[in-house]
């Protein structure tokens, strides 16, 4: 499909291990977004690339947290030392270039024991 | 301090009858509106905007109603089936940026 895929669907870790969430956007789509949804809250914005512009971090909860996208397409969110209130479903969007129309990604469902 | 606010976790209404979903923001340099759509185990999907310039868009069974007086915007869905049985988020943004404020969604539930 031309959607917005992320992977793993699910991931279980423990305490204080590293874990890496992957961002297939839409094609062409020059904008991307992270955002994740803890239990009973909304979309929390984390980080947004939009070009080869310098992304805008401002959403990241501390420096555990990291972000890249390479070549303009796949993005790879990182999460360091992770914690127990790191787990939630972690949201992937993308969108055209001056569009606030997102189209997002399935999830992950990240859950630190 | 959250700047998008739906007030009501949750709205059960019966098949055929209308479903009015709330939506409140604070900021006041908000100009552009969005409504999204989210089952379970799925991403949301968008299914309606509205520009500050309007008080009113419609697409089919879906209208949504701003009121920049008095910060307000409302989803109505006629008649309500239960496939829209979802949870519906309320999204905002300003000055063409592509970064969207959320609210926590209502979840809606249409019962046969």
């Known amino acids: 499909g031309a959607g917005v895929s992320q992977s793993p669907s699910n991931k279980v870790t423990e305490k204080g291990k590293d874990v890496e969430l992957r961002c297939d956007p839409i094609?062409?789509?020059?904008?991307l977004y992270w955002y994740r949804q803890s239990l009973g809250q909304g979309l929390e914005f984390l980080i947004y690339?939009?070009?080869?512009?310098?992304?805008?971090k401002s959403g990241l909860p501390s420096d555990r947290f990291s972000a890249e996208r390479t070549g303009g397409s796949v993005s790879t969110l990182t999460i360091q030392r992770t914690q127990q209130e790191d787990s939630a479903v972690y949201l992937c969007?993308?969108?055209?270039?001056?569009?606030?129309?997102?189209?997002f990604g399935p999830g992950t469902r990240l859950t630190v024991l | 301090d959250q700047q998008v606010k739906q007030n009501s976790p949750s709205l059960s209404v019966q098949e055929g009858r209308i479903s009015i979903l709330n939506c409140d923001y604070t900021n006041s340099m908000f100009d552009y509106f969005l409504w999204y759509k989210k089952y379970p185990a799925e991403g949301p999907t968008f299914l309606i905007s509205?520009?500050?310039?309007?008080d009113k868009n419609e697409d089919g069974r879906f209208t949504v109603f701003l009121n920049k007086s008095a910060k307000h915007l409302s989803l109505h869905i006629v008649p309500s089936q239960p496939g829209d049985s979802a949870v519906y988020f309320c999204?905002?943004?300003?000055?063409?940026?592509?970064?969207?404020?959320f609210g926590k969604g209502t979840k809606l539930t249409v019962n046969p």
């Open positions: 969007a993308s969108s055209l270039v001056d569009s606030a129309e997102q189209f």
């Open positions: 690339f939009q070009g080869n512009s310098a992304p805008d």
């Open positions: 509205i520009s500050s310039i309007k």
């Open positions: 999204a905002a943004t300003q000055g063409g940026s592509e970064k969207l404020v």
């Open positions: 094609s062409g789509h020059t904008a």
